[in-house]
């Protein structure tokens, strides 16, 4: 099919926010009000876990537990359309020769993602599978190695079962954006995923896959995270290796990763995060296992956040962001209170300045760096008579509308006579955010807000309207711009879809402190009462 057209968007300027004086935090709503169908009477157990322990005991083959994913696979794909490739025959030899090796005693040399299906967000390289970054100008590219993420992942036991569908080079919030198809929600198939990690996070939400892959440049895993009920992890820039991912804006793409638990994700990044010598700017700083400090609910004290400060950005309640988000993050807040934590709001005036910062910095970085795709080093080439002719026609009908105007936008900031004007301003007002969060992460352990300013919402319904568009991504880009770490959990639910539409909290810390996050999290998740996060065309199934 050819690919959807989005609407033309244009810089969003937000009016600077006054200061409100700092105050203690207090609760106006409970987490009762979720709809009927989302009860359940435990918190979120470990799929990776739970896979690990049957194979070792004997109770499941990997080939069984490949069957299971696969056929729901094959039953939710032709809705959801997560996936725009899936290698299923080469993931049935995988679990094969998996149960053979443990077959003849090979139990100890077992890695910890062992019969763990992965989903790979398609601007990953992947060497045994195509790699289209969702872009017809790259229809049929396959790469000749794997991403370190992805390599680490397959050392380590894990059997990647396809590449997700995502807007194309990441640019987007919807999936909408893909060269190739749209994926739909797993909570209400009229609506949107999220972007531009939207393939991913549907894939783990309908549980197509144990975990998967994503990359965040602006929030493009903690998003879809939000609107599709999952767990979503953004670490800090350098924390895990950018190579073999195709570059957007390549001083705020980071790979993060997706699972249905804090435990099942906190695994992935102990898998993929560390140094790599083919990326410069991966941080040598020391990777803990995460997994370390995540206890079971019966091992929990009575307040086991006891001591944590946490702070409630203000200017992320505030005009905008719809009531049912608002009350579902104050809820969170009062249960992080009743956890031990102390939680106050603080104002962060900056916060609303480093959209459109963003949209010129990630513009601008990417009119560079998709250069590249010209027909001759990488995509496909239409014949021409002379070069600029097929230089001009190879992009024209290879890369879509939103990838062409974000080129124009980052060309223009950075030609002569407008780089002091947008450019150079923008990198000043990216200082001001970096300065902004240090001094809050100053006071506070951890910041939070939520990820998204509304639930998912219908799929065409914005756009039309680039203001909403854009204005969607002010919670996360500002965590991007500081090369901060954060987290997204569900945390409620609003009125939606035939059993409410999930709401996700948003949890910021200070670089590499993705182990406290992550233990926060868990215990939030662990402690959450009476929701489940199961998409109805599961529990229907």
Not at 46 to 53: A, G, K, M, Y
Not at 151 to 164: D, N, P, Q, Y
Not at 339 to 352: A, K
């Amino acid at each position: 099919m050819p690919p959807p057209l989005q609407a033309h968007r244009i810089l969003l300027s937000h009016r600077r926010a006054s200061p409100i004086p700092r105050r203690r935090f207090t609760a106006v709503s409970s987490l009762s009000s979720a709809p009927a169908k989302t009860v359940a009477p435990g918190p979120p157990a470990s799929s990776i876990l739970s896979i690990r322990e049957s194979l070792l005991s004997g109770e499941r083959t990997a080939a069984d537990i490949t069957s299971e994913y696969l056929s729901r696979l094959r039953r939710t794909e032709p809705s959801l359309r997560s996936f725009i490739h899936v290698a299923d025959a080469a993931a049935e030899r995988e679990a094969e020769e998996l149960d053979r090796r443990i077959a003849s005693g090979g139990k100890d040399a077992v890695g910890p993602l062992a019969g763990v299906l992965v989903g790979v967000k398609d601007n990953l390289c992947t060497a045994s599978m195509p790699s289209t970054g969702g872009s017809r100008i790259l229809d049929g590219f396959q790469p000749a190695y794997d991403a370190t993420a992805v390599r680490r992942l397959r050392e380590a036991g894990a059997i990647v079962v396809g590449k997700t569908n995502l807007d194309e080079f990441g640019m987007g919030s919807t999936t909408e954006g893909s060269g190739f198809q749209v994926t739909t929600n797993p909570w209400d198939d009229s609506r949107v995923p999220g972007g531009s990690s939207g393939g991913s996070a549907s894939a783990v939400s309908a549980r197509q896959c144990v975990v998967s892959l994503g990359s965040d440049t602006g929030g493009s895993v903690r998003q879809p995270a939000s609107f599709c009920g999952v767990v979503g992890l953004k670490p800090t820039y350098g924390r895990v290796s950018r190579f073999g991912l195709m570059a957007y804006a390549s001083s705020l793409d980071v790979v993060g990763c997706f699972g249905s638990s804090v435990f099942d994700t906190a695994t992935i990044l102990s898998v993929i995060a560390g140094h790599d010598k083919m990326d410069s700017t991966s941080s040598s700083h020391d990777v803990p296992d995460y997994r370390s400090d995540l206890a079971s609910l019966s091992l929990l004290e009575s307040k086991p956040l006891n001591n944590v400060r946490i702070g409630i950005i203000q200017e992320t309640l505030g005009e905008g962001v719809d009531a049912g988000v608002v009350s579902s993050i104050r809820s969170a807040a009062s249960h992080l209170e009743q956890l031990g934590s102390v939680v106050e709001e603080v104002s962060m005036p900056s916060f609303s300045l480093g959209l459109p910062a963003y949209y010129i910095l990630a513009s601008s970085e990417a009119s560079s760096n998709l250069s590249r795709y010209d027909g001759i080093r990488y995509g496909q080439q239409v014949s021409a008579d002379d070069l600029n002719e097929m230089y001009g026609d190879s992009r024209a009908n290879g890369l879509g509308h939103e990838v062409k105007m974000r080129i124009l936008m980052g060309t223009y900031a950075l030609s002569a006579g407008y780089y002091d004007a947008y450019y150079k301003r923008a990198q000043q007002v990216r200082t001001l955010v970096k300065k902004s969060f240090e001094e809050a992460l100053g006071k506070y352990d951890i910041l939070i807000s939520p990820a998204a300013p509304s639930a998912a919402y219908k799929i065409g319904e914005k756009t039309n309207d680039p203001l909403a568009m854009y204005a969607g991504d002010i919670m996360t880009v500002n965590v991007n711009m500081a090369g901060l770490p954060a987290l997204v959990v569900p945390c409620g639910f609003v009125e939606g879809g035939s059993a409410g539409l999930p709401v996700g909290l948003q949890m910021i810390g200070s670089p590499f402190s993705e182990g406290s996050l992550l233990r926060v999290g868990h215990i939030f998740e662990q402690t959450l009462q009476d929701l489940s996060f199961v998409p109805p065309l599961l529990a229907d199934g």
